[in-house]
């Protein structure tokens, strides 16, 4: 089975441009997450998804953030503009919708250097 | 204070050592708990489920305490690959998963 593929794999900006990241759940997988992951801390939660609905978005920064899962499968993630702050590794997530003992399955994440 | 906690770290152990991380969550409406391993520069990978009764898997062994929202993970036998930051996660009900920092460990020969 594939996994959860992201791209692109690196993105080097500068401050005040914008930037998209795109993720591709695993095939049947309904739940999406997109974390935040900054160097020596855990991956932070920005949103969740089930199917098509944001269900969670409390931790999105929403003047600068946005996402969409139109569909229910593929996501963007962007970032308009961009600030230094911003640089950390994004990572996308899926889960089935099951059991509460299922788990997530990451892609490789992107990793954004805002200059 | 956060959802997720776990010891800090770093851990710097021998081969053959034992080590054990902690975690606790201050959700008391969580459903099940994981642990996740992420290697440098890579993305957090299922190590293993928590379940209320223990688990064992080879060496690693992992623990749930309830009514203390305590998650322990015990590693025997350390192996230079073990080497790797320990993430613990905490689903809190509805797929919402949480995680903590990470500890950190380094197995030396």
């Known amino acids: 089975e594939a996994g959860v593929v992201q791209s692109p794999r690196y993105k080097i900006i500068e401050k005040k441009q914008p930037v998209a990241f795109w993720c591709n759940p695993i095939s049947g997988h309904n739940t999406l997450y997109w974390y935040r992951q900054n160097l020596g801390q855990g991956p932070e939660l920005l949103i969740r998804y089930e199917n098509e609905e944001a269900v969670d978005d409390s931790q999105l920064p929403k003047d600068r953030f946005s996402a969409e899962r139109l569909k229910g499968v593929d996501s963007t993630l962007k970032i308009q503009p961009a600030e230094l702050g911003d640089s950390a590794v994004y990572l996308c997530?899926?889960?089935?919708?099951?059991?509460?003992?299922?788990?997530?399955?990451f892609g490789p994440g992107t990793r954004l250097t805002v200059l | 204070r956060k959802e997720v906690e776990q010891d800090p770290g770093p851990f710097n152990v021998p081969e053959g050592a034992t080590v054990a991380f902690n975690c606790t969550y201050s959700n008391s409406a969580s459903q099940s708990f994981f642990w996740y391993r992420q290697d440098c520069r890579k993305e957090p990978k299922l190590l293993m489920s928590v379940y209320s009764s223990g688990n064992e898997d080879g060496r690693f062994t992992a623990q749930l305490n309830r009514a203390s929202q305590y998650i322990s993970l015990l590693i025997r036998d350390s192996k230079l690959s073990d080497s790797a930051t320990y993430l613990c996660v905490v689903n809190g009900g509805n797929n919402d998963m949480r995680f903590g920092a990470g500890t950190r460990l380094t197995v030396k020969p």
């Open positions: 997530a899926s889960r089935r919708r099951g059991a509460s003992t299922d788990t997530q399955y």
